[in-house]
């Protein structure tokens, strides 16, 4: 009756201040009657202490009464539950072995999971730390002649569309645009290369972010002739002027240009994608990008109108594009718009890494839960006794329930507590595993830590996993009838329920750790065949490195052409140096330009031409890259002039995409972003190599003398005799010997390069991880499984001591045992199996080269955990052979 | 309104709250007064064990059937006085209804042996 359930609770909690009160308020109450009754009786003539006495057998059982009165008013469950954990604590402390097994396997287990659920929450759960982050869209573009629809493969747009798209579509409410930058900074020391961001004077307002101190960049400021301002992020603000607020307004050199500094952002303002910016400058589009409509370059962010939902952005977004596509049919002919959110954008790589990680270390909790509880029923058997002689003195089953459970929460907490502990350790090695350069493009990493939401999850984690261990060791107790535990013999058989569901604990802990170590031998799989992918060229002692040339001492193309030129001259001649060439793009990187081009006797309608991508190279670029040459030759010395023939040399992919296989060589093309290109030639095919990245597909590409296409920045590679990082130095000499402004930008061994990639990071980081959760689990399901059989063994001493009296050879006995923990293990993997061959599909994306089916884990994890599992098995049946049947008969 | 069978005395449960009920009927009493107008009504044929009284009176009280009120006896000493709340009364009325029609029918089922 809810009325009265309610007044009992406010009466409960009202009484928890008036106790005192209404415990003497019930005394007053008994002892009026009984003085009322006395002095009735003693009115009728019954002497003094009979009157008493009558009174009281008149009464009843008075503590009875009180009690029962007193309950209405009290929690004596709340009480209970206080002793409870007393008496648990007592036993807990009496048993240290079993306590600090069980807290050190739990505190693994929920750290690992705390750890883990910090990233999720840092990547996933928490929203980004801008005003009505659902709000904000990304918008970019691709023509299926170029690249592939996936959405988060094009996120480039040209400036001109840009600024038609501000104007004509009504579905956001601002579109902003950034662009990556770097800059020579000249602080308090030498020059030092720092990473910038140039954006759109509106674009902080799109995001919904305000300066810390200054103002944000005004209208105006972003066009090229205007005022030169920037704006510092906290972290640079902190280290470069050291927190100083009077920063605004000083000035302070970047590249050869005074900059005037106009505010500072705040401290926990974070843009993945230009993660590792430290200084963000309006945006100074070149005059020519601003009509080129060709010239893709430039990320587009925008926050929607209120109440427009992405699929009416799109629609508007495609209407827009239509009208273009009409308006420039050769630039926009063939451009489809792709909005992807924000959110999507900056996770969309890491969301799979980081769930399939969750799950794996969910298992790792649910199989340190199984062993846990098999502890505590193994315990729990050996305190029948116990559990039954207090039933018989008449204490209730719910209190014993009540009690084993308090026990096992005390467990869970404890292990949470120590389980905190390792999850920051964790979360501190987690982080400084990332490569650096990651870790700036996925910023919210360093978000993870401790924070109420990740405490909140602790305490869930913990709350369930006691009760997840606690309740078969509860249900075991209230499943007991008093007279069986008392009259059976103290180390007879256990009942065959308990035996079932400690053989169903181990089989799950043998199949949850089979799954996990699937999932690591095809992370590690994929790792290796991943690494051991010929990226196309010899990635060993090769050394990668950037030169910007400053626009006043090198403004035009012949003084790049000059420069690299009497660069490579010198650089060549350094001892260790075996040769050195540039490129557009640092191979396995990704980026670059793409061109769109005309097959010689094509017609094609304009702005459906096909498009590949460029990369323009200085003539030692095959043979210090050691590309293969497939046929043709390489560029010789006549193409090597500015004015010399137009030649291009394609790779393989180029030849299967565009000449269906044919021979190409002697076949021309024309670049059709103007009328006045003439005709190349084909003059050579060399091998593809991975360019973005070791785990993409190998794109079409054509290469062109650098002379023919010069570019102030310029990025060497150089092949080195021994280790390529012992090279830096001298080539830094040699640069600055050449020009002493000049700095030697990013200098990276290629191994690095590869070792630091996304491509690879995603392969080895969850190898790890999964990896020492799998031996992880592994070891506590082999622990399970030993602690299983050794107690079986120890139980039937009795029944081995007959057997082997009654002639039994140590053999018989041994296949017995092992026969008996086999089987566990069998069951437990052939589960494990089929629960893998479901669940390892879910990380496909994460996988290289490799079938989430792939027979040879499958079949090779499975003979693994056989043989471990039979060894787990062995020791206690070697103890079993040596069962002396005269003790074990003898011992009851 | 079933309640536990908490003490399984003289009288049953629902039968001892309903002649408290009717003994508050009269006006507000303590709890002596309640039992010695059972015993007297009754000609003490019903023989209530009055310590069982005080939890039946508290635990009306909490079901909202009794009001409870601290005052002084007839002999000038503290006593919890008792009396009927609304809803205290309309059960009185509705358990009386209750007890009439089942006492009437196990009546009439003695008559026809």
Sequence with gaps: ?892 | MKQNRENPGDLLQGTLDLLILKALARGAMHGYAVAEWIHQTSEDVLKVEEGALYPALHRLELRGLLDAEWGTSENNRRAKFYSLTAAGRKQLTQETEFWRRMSGAVARILQTA
Excluded at chain 1, 173 to 178: E, M, P
Aim: aromatic share 10%; with cysteine.
């Design chain 1, 1 to 892: 009756m809810f009325s009265e359930w309610r007044n009992k609770t406010w009466l409960q909690i009202k009484a928890l201040w008036k106790r005192p009160q209404l415990d003497r308020d019930l005394d007053d109450e008994i002892a009026f009657h009984l003085a009322m009754r006395e002095e009735k009786n003693r009115a009728a003539g019954i002497d003094a202490t009979e009157a008493l006495h009558a009174a009281r057998r008149q009464f009843g059982n008075f503590t009875q009464t009180k009690d029962r009165s007193r309950d209405m008013w009290t929690f004596p469950s709340a009480e209970n539950i206080l002793r409870d954990v007393r008496f648990g604590f007592r036993v807990l402390v009496k048993n240290p072995g079993f306590t600090s097994i069980a807290i050190l396997t739990l505190a693994l287990g929920i750290g690992a999971n705390t750890a883990i659920f910090s990233f999720v929450y840092a990547a996933l759960l928490r929203p980004l730390p801008y005003s009505q982050p659902a709000q904000l869209i990304t918008l970019g573009c691709y023509r299926p002649q170029q690249s592939t629809p996936d959405p988060l493969d094009n996120w480039v747009v040209s400036y001109p569309d840009y600024v038609d798209w501000a104007h004509q579509s009504t579905a956001f409410q601002s579109l902003a645009g950034f662009s990556g930058d770097g800059f020579i900074y000249r602080g308090n020391g030498e020059s030092q290369l720092i990473n910038g961001a140039q954006s759109t004077t509106n674009f902080f307002s799109t995001l919904g972010v305000t300066p810390f101190l200054g103002r944000d960049f005004a209208p105006g400021e972003d066009i090229a002739s205007g005022p030169k301002v920037a704006m510092l992020t906290y972290g640079f603000w902190l280290t470069q002027f050291g927190g100083d607020r009077n920063v605004l307004g000083r000035s302070m050199q970047l590249d050869e240009n005074s900059v005037t500094i106009i505010g500072v952002l705040p401290r926990n303002f974070e843009f993945a994608p230009q993660g590792s910016a430290q200084i963000w400058v309006p945006l100074h589009v070149p005059q020519d990008f601003t009509t080129r409509r060709n010239m893709r370059w430039m990320p587009v962010i925008g926050r929607l109108a209120a109440g427009v939902t992405t699929s009416q952005a799109q629609s508007d977004m495609d209407t827009v594009n239509a009208g273009l596509s009409a308006l420039y049919p050769e630039a926009n002919g063939s451009i489809h718009i792709v909005l992807v959110s924000l959110r999507d954008r900056i996770i969309g790589r890491v969301q799979s890494l980081l769930l399939v990680l969750f799950g794996a270390v969910g298992f790792v909790l649910l199989i340190a839960c199984a062993n846990v509880a098999n502890l505590l029923m193994v315990r729990a058997a050996s305190r029948r006794r116990e559990f039954a002689i207090r039933t018989a003195l008449g204490a209730p089953r719910g209190r014993l329930i009540s009690q084993v459970l308090a026990e096992s929460m005390m467990l869970s907490v404890a292990g949470a507590a120590l389980g905190l502990l390792f999850a920051r350790l964790g979360i501190f090695l987690l982080v400084a595993a990332i490569p650096q350069t990651l870790l700036s493009s996925t910023p919210f990493f360093r978000d993870a830590h401790a924070n109420p939401a990740v405490l909140a999850f602790l305490g869930v984690v913990a709350i369930l996993t006691g009760l997840a261990f606690g309740l078969s060791p509860a249900l075991q107790i209230s499943q007991d009838r008093t007279g069986d535990a008392l009259k059976e013999e103290s180390r007879s058989s256990a009942g065959a329920t308990r035996a079932r569901l400690r053989n169903a604990l181990v089989v799950a802990e043998i199949s949850f750790s089979l799954v996990l170590l699937v999932g690591a031998g095809l992370m590690v799989k994929s790792l290796t065949a991943l690494l051991h992918r010929n990226p196309g060229f010899d990635a060993n002692n090769l050394l990668t490195f950037g030169v910007n040339l400053p626009p006043t001492a090198y403004p035009k193309d012949p003084d790049a052409i000059r420069f690299d030129h009497r660069f490579t001259e010198h650089a060549a001649a350094v001892p260790g140096i075996l040769g050195i060439a540039s490129n557009s793009i640092i191979p396995l990187t990704g980026g670059g330009n793409s061109i769109r081009f005309l097959r010689e006797g094509e017609t094609i309608a304009a702005g459906q031409e096909s498009e590949c991508d460029i990369r323009d190279i200085t003539p030692a670029y095959f043979s210090v890259m050691r590309i293969p040459l497939i046929s043709g030759r390489f560029f010789n010395d006549i193409d090597e002039t500015s004015d010399g023939p137009k030649h291009v040399i394609v790779n393989q992919s180029f030849v299967a995409r565009f000449f269906h296989g044919e021979d190409p060589l002697g076949k021309r093309i024309r670049f059709t972003f103007s009328d006045k290109q003439p005709f190349r030639e084909i003059v050579g095919v060399v091998g593809d190599i991975a360019d973005s990245g070791l785990d993409s597909p190998p794109q079409p590409a054509l290469f062109d003398p650098f002379v023919q296409g010069a570019n102030s920045f310029i990025t060497y590679i150089a092949r080195t005799s021994g280790n390529p990082a012992n090279a830096i130095a001298s080539l830094r000499t040699t640069l600055h010997d050449v020009d002493p402004q000049l700095v030697l930008i990013q200098p990276q061994t290629m191994q690095d390069l590869i070792d630091q990639s996304a491509s690879v990071f995603l392969r080895r980081y969850p190898s790890y991880l999964i990896g020492s959760f799998a031996a992880l689990a592994l070891l506590l399901a082999m622990i399970g499984l030993y602690g299983l059989v050794s107690y079986s063994v120890a139980q039937r001493t009795r029944e081995l001591g007959v057997r082997i009296a009654l002639g039994a050879a140590p053999r018989d006995v041994l296949r017995l045992v092992l026969g008996e923990g086999s089987r566990l293990a069998l069951i437990g993997v052939a589960i494990g199996l089929v629960a893998a061959f479901g669940l390892t599909r879910l990380m496909r994306s994460l996988l290289f080269g490799v079938s989430p089916a792939d027979p040879l884990t499958f079949v090779g994890v499975a003979t693994l955990f056989i043989a471990v599992a039979l060894i787990a098995c062995y020791v206690p049946a070697r103890r079993a052979t040596r069962v002396d049947p005269m003790i074990a008969l003898r011992y009851e």
